[in-house]
């Protein structure tokens, strides 16, 4: 098998987006992760101001992820069009406690707010980071993931009005960042741990309401500074459905929320080994996360590999 080749992957991605492109005006779905950033900084290298990049602040995302991806791309000389649709995404989302009405319900939303975006933008293409394991997962039944779409029959120009234009769809994780990495892309991008595209949305098992958002939000942002360090795929915590019973201090009883963290090993996120982490840093992520959310009682550790368990909860 012929070993890749980044450098040569760019070459020919620059040169297909600018035939898929042309003289058209498009949009790329960024989300600040490595494979759309990618597909961002390739889209500018071959189409130049015939480009908007567009991010969508839903709701679902980490603490300061808007300001964070804005500021990476500005030094990068790219402009980033967030829009704030929180309201729409709680409202799309309300009610539903299915993983997989959960995603669906995500994909709907995401796809037809970029309706309205390219429709404003007279835009007819949208540029997006589908990778090869998101597809195998779609398309096995797996789970459903957002960003897939023709490979399941959905037709995006017949639903949605626009063309979807995907250039990294055959490859894997492992392979993008070394695209990301010959692209110039900074660190804090090329070796940033995968982000589920509907977010915190699919780590609130159950229903999504903004108190669990609080919760799952300020518990994320202490397991990624806490576990900032850690050699892994992926760390990251997940706000379990319904409550267990806990005590204060002071011996009174309270009824909190469980919080279970994740951490595995991968390379291609279709298989991964759970990671034995030190029990010395567990006791510290389990300290700050109990003594800085009094909303949560327990906090659990994920001891599944993939197969039989998904990276991801949901």
Not at 207 to 233: G, N, Q, R, Y
């Amino acid at each position: 098998m012929k070993q890749f080749n980044a450098r040569e992957f760019i070459e020919e991605k620059t040169g297909f987006l600018r035939r898929e492109v042309g003289g058209e005006t498009a949009i790329v779905a960024l989300s600040g992760g490595v494979d759309s950033s990618v597909v961002a900084v390739l889209g500018f290298k071959a189409v130049g101001g015939n480009l908007r990049a567009v991010f969508l602040d839903d709701g679902f995302m980490r603490i300061g992820e808007a300001e964070k991806t804005s500021r990476v791309f500005r030094n990068l000389g790219i402009s980033v069009e967030v829009h704030d649709v929180q309201k729409d995404f709680l409202k799309a989302l309300k009610g539903i406690r299915d993983a997989e009405e959960k995603r669906k319900a995500f994909r709907e939303t995401f796809y037809e707010t970029f309706s309205k975006i390219a429709k404003q933008a007279g835009a007819k293409i949208v540029l997006q980071g589908t990778i090869a394991a998101d597809i195998v997962e779609t398309a096995g039944g797996v789970k459903t993931q957002h960003n897939v779409l023709e490979q399941i029959g959905i037709n995006p120009l017949e639903k949605y009005g626009f063309k979807i234009v995907e250039p990294l769809k055959e490859l894997y994780k492992n392979q993008v960042r070394m695209v990301a990495r010959e692209l110039g892309l900074p660190d804090e991008i090329v070796n940033r741990r995968p982000f589920p595209g509907p977010g915190l949305a699919i780590r609130v098992l159950g229903e999504v309401t903004e108190e669990k958002l609080s919760v799952i939000k300020k518990a994320t942002a202490i397991v990624d500074d806490e576990l900032a360090d850690i050699e892994c795929f992926q760390a990251f915590p997940v706000l379990l459905e319904g409550r267990a019973t806990g005590v204060e201090k002071d011996s009174t009883r309270k009824y909190g929320y469980m919080i279970a963290l994740r951490i595995v090993k991968s390379e291609d996120a279709i298989t991964a080994k759970y990671v034995r982490l030190d029990w010395a840093r567990l006791d510290r992520v389990r300290d700050m996360i109990i003594s800085s959310l009094p909303e949560v009682s327990r906090v659990l550790y994920d001891i599944s590999d993939k197969p039989p368990a998904t990276i991801e909860f949901e």
